[in-house]
């Protein structure tokens, strides 16, 4: 039997684990906005320590002091927010990385069938109007606007894919949209 995308970790999870194998982590991962916990579980029994930020705390107000985290995985907390607060949220990210840790992110892609749907917020930002993240902004950039909020990470990889099948329904159990896009980011604190 195998598993639904909900309980399967996120590709990014499953890179992270193979590069920690290859690699060993300088500190533990923070895990950015943890979700259903797929991910977290995957960290668990790979044997990695992690700290887990809930969805509900803000991700620019992370936990530890500089440069306290060895790696850093977020496979939903950046799709959500304006442009401004993502930035923030980034730079607090770089903030409680060492130097060359490697970050593991999704970030929303103009590509994505959301993309200018909905409450605008800024050129990049938009909430629903309905449905279950009705008010949340959700951001979206093209390869030039994450590369510019990835400022101080050396982009080991960036790339954007088709995520309805990854996505899963503890995401978005009644939402009917298909066409989600992701950026895939793998990189490394400057």
């Known amino acids: 039997m195998s598993s639904s995308p909900a309980q399967t970790a996120h ?3 499953e890179r992270l684990i193979a590069d920690a194998r290859e690699r060993a982590l300088d500190g533990p991962v923070i895990e ?10 995957a960290l668990v029994e790979a044997g990695i ?12 107000q992370l936990p530890g002091a500089r440069e306290t985290y060895g790696a850093a995985l977020s496979t939903h907390a950046y799709l959500h927010g304006t442009s401004a607060k993502l930035r923030a949220g980034i730079a607090e990210l770089r903030r409680v990385l060492r ?19 909905g409450i605008p917020f800024d050129e990049r930002s938009f909430a629903p109007g309905d449905g279950e993240e009705a008010g ?7 390869r030039d606007g994450a590369l510019e909020l990835l400022f101080g990470f ?5 790339e ?31």
Not at 35 to 41: A, K, L, Q
Not at 136 to 142: E, K, W
């Open 49 to 60: 320590p992690n700290v887990t930020v809930p969805d509900a705390t803000p991700y620019t």
């Open 32 to 41: 950015v906005g943890t979700g259903s916990g797929r991910n977290v579980r």
């Open 11 to 13: 590709p990014l999870t």
């Open 160 to 190: 954007e894919a088709e995520v309805d099948e990854i996505v899963g329904r503890w995401a978005h159990a009644t939402d009917e949209i298909s066409g989600r896009v992701h950026w895939f980011v793998v990189a490394r604190r400057k």
């Open 99 to 117: 130097p060359e840790a490697r970050v593991y992110l999704t970030l929303g892609s103009i590509k994505d069938a959301r993309y200018g749907l």
């Open 154 to 158: 050396e982009i080991e990889s960036l």
């Open 136 to 142: 949340i902004p959700h951001a979206y950039f093209d």
